[in-house]
């Protein structure tokens, strides 16, 4: 038998155990999962020496099944069971993805307010469920090349991602078997494959423009402690939108639209990738393709043409990163450096525009395919375990304000836009009326100052407050955000600490389209937003004066001499009138302070009766 080793006390304990950990980069077009091995950071090949694994499933039966690049390779032969991008549909509503992608040869089905899937020859495939066929793959790959069980992998996510793309990501790694240590962003994990090495201060930005989204990330590095001043960007823009310009050229050079098929549409985006890439080392490229009938087309695209084709869509990023500088409140001057990350970061424009855009040339010594999985990699070593006297910390930022819905249907915000997390912030509110048990909380996302404009998040009562007049009672609502940007909401009424709370799973998110839509939104209506809140709050105050009053004259109305009841009846019933048939905000709170005025006097008479009812049967000397 043989014996367990124990150490004396104070002396050196075991030997450290090393744990295998791995950062996964869970790409839009490509995949890859990265490892430390002997104090360096690299991505893992596969048997073939490839490191770079496409997001690419074809479902061929309920059995079989190919994953990356033999599936992207039979995309044209089998277009509607070879799931391409699917990392676009993550933690999306099927009405999204049916209107937004229209033209692609899949079968969607779901409900419309509910998660997207894809009819397959396998079966309906959710896009957890073939991000998770991603994952596993890299994980096999990972435990083959590492020689061992992982304990944990850190997985990247793009900046932009909202609670239920980050929700769907974490369950896609727990369905490959993955122990997730954490989402991390992908410009932060950038940053951190850069910074660590060079141990730079300063403050960076992140340029990540891959095969479908674009972030930007404004991030301040200070002895080895990342903040993230604030972050932007297009979910819906990246290297597909390049190929697509070139295949509406395309399309426009043959006059397709009449005879476009599925296989024709994929041959179409792929060699117009094709030509993209050539582009990058290359002033022509050619581009062959067989029509569905057999005919042989071809076409010349010059470095010229492309590059007036995708200057729109280049100009778009930089729009995002004035937003981003703004947001962060810096500008071009303050930044020290540029990090080039995502594939499309090679096109020669893009570089040329980002270095006069941001007045000096970017950093591009670590390949750019690779540098998110490597960051990852990094970050996994240190949160298994492995570097103990590492004091890397991580802030990251919510990209939208998360709120609270308050009486009239107003929003009250809690945690603001831009803040870093993890983060939790309390606030405390009342009841509105006299011997309200229970309290509705609605969780709300968005800059704007009205519920309806803003987006719904979850909604949860809490029970059981004890009855008291409107306004006695104290309720203690918090809002939590963890490190992957997850939200978690609790509401707590003070005096007897009963409480209810809720982690925050919307059914489907928001496209970084829709983030940056309400941003402006925010923006443009914010002069109305602020007068309609105004109104409003009056609103509200003319209902709580008028059900009091109503409740006081129901119970005392007797203490009142008849015309004095009848001059506050009246004032009350205009004030009544003006509320219900659009009175303005001036002249609200102007009857407002008329019926309060008036009031004044009945105030005084319940306030006797009550002191005399409370004294009465008791000696003065005893008060
Ligand atoms: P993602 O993060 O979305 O998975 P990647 O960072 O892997 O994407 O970038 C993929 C994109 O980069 C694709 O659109 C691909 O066409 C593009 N790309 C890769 N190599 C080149 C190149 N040499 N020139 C231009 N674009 C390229
Ligand atoms: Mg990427």
């Known amino acids: 038998m043989a014996l367990l080793q124990i150490s004396e006390p104070g002396q050196s304990t075991a030997p450290h155990q090393h744990k295998w950990a791995v950062g996964i980069d869970l790409g839009t077009t490509n995949s890859l999962v990265a490892a430390v091995r002997s104090g360096e950071c690299t991505t893992l090949p596969d048997e073939n020496g490839h490191v770079i694994l496409p997001s690419v499933v074809r479902y061929q039966n309920t059995d079989e099944k190919q994953v990356g690049a033999v599936a992207l390779a039979n995309a044209e032969l089998d277009p509607t069971n070879t799931l391409i991008s699917i990392k676009r549909f993550m933690g999306r509503a099927a009405s999204d993805v049916k209107s937004s992608y229209a033209d692609l040869p899949y079968q969607f089905v779901g409900d419309d307010d509910g998660l997207v899937a894809i009819d397959t020859a396998a079966g309906v495939k959710s896009p957890v469920e073939v991000s998770a066929d991603i994952l596993s793959t890299l994980k096999n790959r990972a435990e083959k ?21 980050r929700q769907c990501t974490k369950d896609a790694a727990a369905l490959a078997g993955l122990n997730v240590l954490r989402l991390l962003n992908e410009p932060t994990a950038a940053a951190i494959a850069y910074g660590l090495d060079s141990q730079q201060q300063g403050v960076i930005a992140v340029y990540d423009l891959g095969g479908g989204t674009f972030d930007i990330s404004i991030l301040k590095l200070t002895k080895g402690v990342f903040e993230v001043l604030a972050t932007g960007g297009d979910s819906a823009l990246g290297g597909d939108d390049f190929d697509e310009v070139i295949v509406s050229w395309l399309r426009e050079q043959w006059d397709l639209d009449s005879i476009i098929s599925p296989r024709l549409s994929r041959s179409l985006k792929e060699n117009a990738k094709k030509a993209k890439q050539t582009l990058t080392d290359q002033s022509t490229a050619t581009v062959n393709i067989t029509l569905d009938n057999g005919t042989e087309l071809s076409a010349e695209l010059s470095k010229a043409t492309f590059e007036s084709l995708c200057t729109g869509l280049i100009n778009k990023t930089l729009i995002a990163c004035r937003r981003s500088l703004k947001d962060a409140d810096i500008t071009t001057d303050d930044i020290s450096e540029v990090v080039m990350v995502g594939g499309s970061t090679r096109v020669p424009l893009v570089r040329q525009k980002v270095e006069s855009f941001f007045k000096r040339p970017p950093l591009t010594s670590i390949n750019p395919d690779l540098v998110v999985a490597i ?44 803040t870093t997390i993890p983060v939790a912030k309390a606030q405390e509110f009342t009841t509105f009326k006299d011997g309200q048990t229970a309290m509705a909380v609605h969780i709300v996302q968005g800059e704007r100052e009205l519920v309806s404009d803003c987006r719904s998040l979850a909604k949860f009562e809490l029970r059981g407050i004890p009855a008291m007049a409107a306004g006695a009672a104290h309720i203690r609502v918090t809002y939590q955000v963890d490190a992957d940007g997850l939200l978690s909401v609790t509401a707590m009424e003070k005096s007897t600490g009963i409480q209810s709370s809720i982690q925050v799973k919307p059914s489907y998110g928001l496209s970084d389209g829709q983030i940056a839509d309400m941003l402006k939104a925010s923006m443009v209506n914010a002069k109305d937003d602020i007068r309609l809140r ?7 105050e003319a209902d709580r004066l008028h059900e009091s009053l109503i409740a006081a004259i129901d119970a005392d109305g007797d203490l009142l001499a008849e015309a004095e009841l009848n001059t506050l009846s009246d004032a009350l019933a205009k004030l009544l009138d003006l509320r219900h048939h659009q009175g303005t905000e001036e002249q609200l709170k102007a009857q407002i302070k008329h019926v309060d005025d008036l009031s004044q006097n009945f105030a005084a008479l319940r ?3 009550s002191v005399n009812a409370a004294l009465s049967g008791q000696k003065v000397d005893e008060v």
């Open 534 to 540: 105004m109104l409003v709050e009056q609103q509200v």
């Open 145 to 165: 090349t590492l020689g061992d069980e992982l304990s944990g992998a850190v997985i990247t996510v793009p900046a932009y991602f909202d609670d239920a793309q």
């Open 375 to 418: 960051g990852a990699g990094i970050q996994a070593d240190i949160l298994v375990g492995n570097k103990p006297d590492s004091d890397l910390v991580l802030l990251d930022v919510i990209p939208l304000s998360l709120g609270i819905e308050t009486m009239g249907g107003l929003v009250e915000k809690i945690i603001n836009r831009n």
């Open 607 to 609: 306030m006797d009766k």
